[in-house]
């Protein structure tokens, strides 16, 4: 049974520490993306990575690291010079090459207090 | 500076009646467009998309249509029925770049 997994479904934190967001596929997928979504707005990227150990900053990385160690395996790490953490995280992949499709996980919903 | 803008928010419509999505787009380079679902608390799911060398695309009850010289593109779903109550957003891209531009999307309420 193929696809994306991503945990915990809910995080909750204190501000000034930083978290790690786990996103794992099993679909043999080479790309893989990290998005936020806030109330009223789009997808917006964080950071992608087309094959592994590169990745390339998305439109709003700062206050985000990630890495790229396995093909499965792409985690984002929140540090605490996000100033507004506090959004619904979605990991995303895509084969290589020319689909176009992004296949998305459930998400998970980071709080910050 | 958002390329792909949805300019209505939400949308009511009653069961069995036509849902029409609109969307627009500010980049001539995009030439592949692409509409999600999403539930509350869950990824979003691909619907069905378009490339640009066609107008018109047909799924079932989803149908998304392309005009290039308007930059606009929009989802028809006939009949709608309460499953199709969700966020729907637009989506595009060039066809060389792994990058999605989304919209704020759409939430569609199908009222029985």
């Known amino acids: 049974d193929g696809g994306i997994t991503q945990s915990p479904k809910y995080l909750f934190r204190k501000e000034g520490q930083n978290v790690t967001l786990s996103c794992e596929q099993n679909?043999?997928?080479?790309?893989m993306y990290w998005y936020r979504q806030d109330p009223g707005q789009g997808l917006r990227l964080i950071y992608y990575?087309?094959?592994?150990?590169?990745?390339q900053k998305g439109d709003i990385a700062e206050g985000y690291s990630v890495s790229r160690e396995k093909k499965e395996s792409f985690p984002l790490t929140v540090t605490s010079a996000q100033k507004n953490p506090t959004a619904f995280y979605l990991c995303?992949?895509?084969?290589?090459?020319?689909?176009?499709?992004?296949?998305f996980g459930p998400g998970t919903r980071l709080t910050v207090t | 500076d958002q390329q792909v803008k949805q300019n209505s928010p939400s949308l009511s419509v009653q069961e069995g009646r036509i849902s029409i999505l609109n969307c627009d787009y500010t980049n001539s380079m995009f030439d592949y467009f692409l509409w999600y679902k999403k539930y509350p608390a869950e990824g979003p799911t691909f619907l069905i998309s378009?490339?640009?060398?066609?107008d018109k695309n047909e799924d079932g009850r989803f149908t998304v249509f392309l005009n290039k010289s308007a930059k606009h593109l929009s989802l028809h779903i006939v009949p709608s029925q309460p499953g199709d109550s969700a966020v729907y957003f637009c989506a595009a891209k060039r066809s060389n770049d792994y990058k999605l531009s989304f919209g704020a999307g759409t939430t569609v309420t199908v009222r029985a």
């Open positions: 995303a992949s895509s084969p290589q090459g020319a689909s176009y499709e992004q296949y």
């Open positions: 679909l043999n997928h080479d790309a």
């Open positions: 990575s087309q094959i592994v150990n590169d990745f």
């Open positions: 378009i490339s640009s060398i066609k």
